[in-house]
T-cell receptor, first 115, second 112 residues
Framework: DTAVSQTPKYLVTQMGNDKSIKCEQN?????MYWYKQDSKKFLKIMFS???????INETVPNRFSPKSPDKAHLNLHINSLELGDSAVYFC??????????????FGPGTRLTVT | AQKITQTQPGMFVQEKEAVTLDCTYD???????LFWYKQPSSGEMIFLIY??????QNATEGRYSLNFQKARKSANLVISASQLGDSAMYFC?????????FGTGTRLKVLA
């Protein structure tokens, strides 16, 4: 029933490790996104994919590598984790945000803590 | 470049009263969309209301309405008859090309 799901919900890891977050949507949307929400609640777009193709990369460090195996999935792999990567990461999906309502549906978020 | 500004970091409102959360935007596009989302303390992001730049009427969804003033580039959210469950962060957002730009949010606290 869940529209946009993310796993894991919580992730605690040490600096230097590599970790992945998975996202799946069952809404039939063709566009998916990753956002980072920092401790001040600022929500910033990281990536957007349309039909498995990377459309937006908002000057995110190369340590972050998204992968979209199909339209329903968008995973995020992070190499060499740093303290500053601690945040809540949200996956979202929508129909192509070109015109019309096309609101985003968000996953529950993954709280990443780097120690 | 597109930009969303929310100037109220925090707001208080008495239960059952109405409250307005401010949002101003900047864009050179003629066609754009404006959204409001709610984020309760549990963390999920909930879509509330949408206004298209060509919509002549202000959008309404239940107790939420959007006061859209195109010339002033403002899209304020009005919540009528506030409830305790309305306590949350509220984000204004604009649709860009294949992305959405969010404001910094307003934390609303409803007082009993």
């Amino acid at each position: 029933d869940t529209a946009v799901s993310q796993t894991p919900k919580y992730l605690v890891t040490q600096m230097g490790n590599d970790k992945s977050i998975k996202c799946e949507q069952n809404l039939g949307h063709d566009t998916m996104y990753w956002y980072k929400q920092d401790s001040k609640k600022f929500l910033k777009i990281m990536f957007s994919y349309n039909n498995k193709e990377l459309i937006i990369n908002e000057t995110v460090p190369n340590r972050f590598s998204p992968k979209s195996p199909d339209k329903a999935h968008l995973n995020l792999h992070i190499n060499s984790l740093e303290l500053g990567d601690s945040a809540v990461y949200f996956c979202a999906s929508s129909q192509a945000p070109i015109r019309g309502r096309n609101e985003q549906y968000f996953g529950p978020g993954t709280r990443l803590t780097v120690t | 470049a597109q930009k969303i500004t929310q100037t109220q970091p925090g707001m208080f409102v008495q239960e059952k009263e109405a409250v307005t959360l401010d949002c101003t935007y900047d864009t050179s596009d003629q066609s754009y969309g404006l959204f409001w989302y709610k984020q309760p303390s549990s963390g999920e992001m909930i879509f509330l209301i949408y206004q298209g730049s060509y919509d002549e009427q202000n959008a309404t969804e239940g107790r939420y309405s959007l006061n859209f003033q195109k010339a002033r580039k403002s899209a304020n959210l009005v919540i009528s008859a506030s409830q305790l469950g309305d306590s949350a962060m509220y984000f204004c957002a604009m649709r860009g090309t294949y992305k959405y730009i969010f404001g910094t949010g307003t934390r609303l606290k409803v007082l009993a």
